[in-house]
């Protein structure tokens, strides 16, 4: 964190950019689901059919938005955090965010096992934030 940058700003760099990952992948999985396997696709109607396919998708569409958008978002993040702060705290809460969207949305089974991982996931991204 910059000198001149407070923690709301730093928080809110961190936050924004881990939401748009977050919501960017859980829309690009969601239309990737809707549209099946690729490969049935594309032996249907060809390559080009299947890039059609995904981008004509409005949920793919939007997922890619959100994922430039990240991007941009990461570049703006970095240029007022510390590197050391912003990677690991963006990482951590994208998988964090992964795990309960891919539940709430997505209807996965994420098990046990990967809520302990987010757990200490979260410990760590307080330990780091101190």
Known sequence: MTASTSILQTWTAIGGVAALAILGEVLI???MR???DL???RERSGLPGAI??????????AGALCMALNFFGML????IVDLSLAIPAIASLTYIGNAIAAKIFLHENVDRRRWLA????????????H
Do not use: N
């Open 118 to 129: 987010v757990l200490f996931v979260s410990i760590g991204v307080v330990l780091l934030s």
């Open 76 to 79: 703006f993040a970095l240029s």
């Open 52 to 61: 059609r396919a995904v981008l004509s998708s409005p949920m793919f569409l």
């Open 34 to 36: 809707r549209l099946g």
């Open 39 to 41: 490969d049935l696709v």
């Open 29 to 31: 999985a969601g239309a």
